[in-house]
């Protein structure tokens, strides 16, 4: 099965509408109100060179201000004329961005690359950008009650190392996840592969979401061993994040909220 046919077959599991869903990979843009193109979500922290994205504060999507930044790593080369006092050339610096959003400052350290690169011994020209390395403050993820805190904290953690560009942590954790969800569903001994199988025998799993977990799992024993052949990507942490967040919803959230419709009604 083809990786959109899975996510359709998700969709139509959790009954969630297209526009509802974080849909990261399947498009570059996204359609407004008056079927207008907008830039999709960036699941990333922002920098300076890129003032948009996930706020670390507000865990929103914002845009951003610069509002000053700092050296954090001098080089040995001296500017002839800088607007830094001691005309120190850094290739490292401490950025402050405020969100749009929450109005609250974000603290990056970034590294300067000059065309695809950061070592000055191999400059070759092209354009300044800085790259985000770590942020301030650490990620504030609210999760719902209906999650076991084994779980949330867990997927926490795959989110927070994907927003920093640890895609290999961030399988890591995924797949760690979702041993964390099996377990919870009973599952408690065996390998992983044959927790998932049993959970799909038991019908925890439909036939779709069992792919998409066995999808996890390899991905995150990708992370977990050294293969140079088989390294984990960006999408890839990204797709089973998304992914994950769906099977949450599926098995916690959306029953929660039905037996809650249901005890309502009498
Ligand atoms: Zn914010």
Request: with cysteine.
């Amino acid at each position: 099965m083809r990786i959109c046919d899975m996510v359709s077959h998700i969709r139509l599991l959790c009954g969630i509408t297209a526009m509802g869903f974080r849909d990261y990979f399947t498009r570059n843009t996204r359609k407004g109100q008056r079927n207008e193109e907008l830039p999709v979500d960036n699941s990333e922290f922002p920098t300076s060179s890129n003032p948009q994205g996930l706020c670390p504060r507000c865990n929103k999507q914002s845009s951003f201000d610069f509002i000053g930044e700092l050296p954090a790593t001098f080089s040995t080369v001296t500017r002839i004329s800088d607007y830094v006092e001691n005309n120190k050339d850094y290739f490292d610096k401490v950025s402050s961005l405020v969100c749009r959003n929450c109005d609250q400052p974000t603290i990056v350290i970034e590294e300067r690359l000059i065309g695809d690169s950061k070592d000055p011994s191999e400059f070759k020209g092209g354009r300044i950008t800085w790259n985000g390395l770590f942020w301030w403050p650490f990620l504030n993820i609210e999760n719902s009650e209906e999650i076991p805190d084994q779980i949330s904290s867990t997927l926490n953690e795959s989110r927070i190392t994907h927003a920093v560009k640890c895609y290999r942590s961030s399988a890591v954790m995924a797949r760690r996840t979702l041993e964390a969800i099996a377990h919870d569903k009973g599952e408690t001994k065996g390998t992983l592969a044959n927790r998932l199988e049993s959970l799909t025998k038991k019908g925890v799993l439909s036939p779709a979401l069992s792919d998409w977990a066995k999808e996890v799992r390899l991905i995150g024993n990708s992370g977990a061993h050294f293969d140079p052949l088989e390294e984990v990507t960006q999408d890839d942490s990204n797709q089973i994040i998304v992914f994950i967040e769906e099977l949450i919803k599926y098995l916690y959230i959306m029953p929660s909220e039905l037996d809650k419709r249901r005890k309502k009604a009498t």
